[in-house]
């Protein structure tokens, strides 16, 4: 290792290269779409990693199953209505998304309802 790339290793904040990690692994999956390049209404799959989950009840009675999932490039909520909880789906578990994401509203987040998924190793 260079002197350079030793003083930038050091120098370099763990959020920063985790999230270089993270958009590095994301590059991998062959998933060309980015969160931070979603449009709304039109249908993408992307890569990311789940930041966090909770459960979210909802004005009919059924729970929805919430993540925020991160790529480096930006957030993504996604919903899972009349879920507590999917087999896999947890906090730190790497996934692919494919969904049709709402206008980024009050969050500034763009949303995906009830979206096809696979797990990631």
């Known amino acids: 290792m260079t002197l350079r790339g030793l003083l930038k290793k050091v120098t370099t904040s763990q959020d920063t290269i985790d999230r270089e990690k993270l958009l590095d692994f994301c590059s991998r999956c062959g998933v060309t779409t980015t969160i931070g390049s979603m449009q709304p209404r039109q249908e993408a799959t992307v890569a990311g990693q789940i930041a966090s989950l909770r459960v979210v009840p909802s004005s009919s009675g059924s729970p929805w199953l919430?993540?925020?999932v991160h790529d480096?490039?930006?957030?993504?909520?996604?919903?899972?209505?009349?879920r507590r909880r999917i087999p896999g789906i947890r906090p730190g578990a790497r996934l692919v998304v494919s969904g049709r994401p709402t206008p980024a509203g009050r969050t500034g987040r763009p949303t995906v309802y009830n979206p096809t998924y696979e797990l990631l190793g």
């Open 72 to 82: 480096g490039t930006g957030t993504l909520v996604v919903l899972w209505t009349g």
């Open 66 to 68: 919430e993540a925020t």
